[in-house]
């Protein structure tokens, strides 16, 4: 699982946040809740090393001619885990975000 080192171009505030940077799941297994899986992990993972919060920058499938680019996730799955959106870069990419601090 890689992390974004940076989030400049993406921050919409102060709040420290890691950033899940893509997915690719093979063909053979797309629809199975692998996407799921790898979000759960995520927030485990950063959990457990001390995150305040976790970030995805999805695309937005209920839109109007959005890309069809959809290795950063779908904004769907990420708000089926507690994800929600705290900024719109461009109009099919929302920042989802999860606070994970007790």
Known sequence: MAWIASRKQFASDDVSAWAIGCFFVRRAYRN?????????GAIRYARKHG???????PVD??????????F???????IGHGFVEVARRKFDRPVMRRNLSS
Do not use: K, M
Request: proline letters at 3%; hydrophobic letters at 40%.
């Open 32 to 40: 199975q809740g692998v996407a799921s899986a790898l979000i759960e």
């Open 51 to 57: 995150a305040a919060a976790l970030e995805g920058y």
């Open 61 to 70: 499938l209920d839109v109007p001619d959005h890309t069809r680019n959809t």
């Open 72 to 78: 950063q996730g779908i904004a769907s799955t990420f």
